[in-house]
């Protein structure tokens, strides 16, 4: 992760960013600090930075994030806006395959501008940050890094990123799809809504890649 990457990552935690084109919400200033209403960060093999989608951690972070209101919401998705952009740079150099190489960087691109939109919204609006999420959401986004970095550049590289980047994809979807109808702020329910066909569709990529690359 660079040092921009990193302290982007870290200022998604208490700004409100967004992770998948979704925007700035409106008053509700406090989120959802508990550690189950984060959105988890596996370092097992079988998790990816967000979890396991609808059924697993992505859908334990959109519980929270509806109850906390939009403050929370733009948390958990500034969270993983951040993980998106660290994971891609780091997967650009040591992934092998071409279309894996492809995917991360247009994941970089993507989420960059995702951000760069919340963002400028967030200052438009006027919108409170939210408050940190707990010391472990940070240590779980670490602890993915950190398997990515230490997995040999190679095919088992590929299969890991894009396992975590299907699992990554299905917990944003989870968190988009319950928060659009939670959000206060119309701006956010639109831009919510705008989102989740892009995120569908780095999903149904996700899938894609990781299914041709097969393997276990």
């Known amino acids: 992760m660079t040092g921009g990457t990193r302290r982007r990552t870290t200022a998604a935690l208490a700004m409100a960013c967004l992770a998948a084109t979704a925007a700035c919400g409106d008053r509700d200033d406090t989120a ?3 550690s189950a209403g984060a959105p988890t960060i596996g370092a097992a093999t079988d998790t990816g930075a967000l979890g396991a989608g609808a059924t697993g951690a992505g859908a334990t972070g959109a519980a929270a994030a509806t109850t906390g209101g ?3 919401i733009l948390a958990q998705m500034g969270a993983a806006n951040g993980a998106e952009i660290a994971a891609g740079e780091l997967a650009q150099p040591k992934a092998r395959n071409q279309q894996v190489k492809d995917f991360a960087r247009d994941m970089v691109t993507d989420h960059r501008a995702m951000q760069a939109q919340a963002d ?4 438009r609006a006027s919108i409170s940050p939210a408050a940190p999420q707990p010391d472990t959401l940070q240590q779980k986004l670490d602890s993915a890094r950190q398997q990515l970095q230490s997995q040999a550049a ?39 809504e ?20 097969g393997g276990g």
């Open 120 to 123: 400028s919204l967030a200052v």
């Open 154 to 192: 190679g095919a088992e590289f590929d299969r890991m990123y894009m396992d975590m980047q299907v699992r990554d994809h299905e917990g944003t979807l989870a968190l988009l799809n319950a928060s659009r109808g939670a959000a206060r702020n119309a701006d956010l329910r639109t831009l919510i």
């Open 32 to 34: 959802t600090t508990d």
């Open 70 to 72: 939009d403050a929370a």
């Open 194 to 213: 705008g989102a989740i066909p892009k995120v569908q569709q780095h999903l149904d990529r996700a899938r894609q890649i990781r299914t041709a690359l």
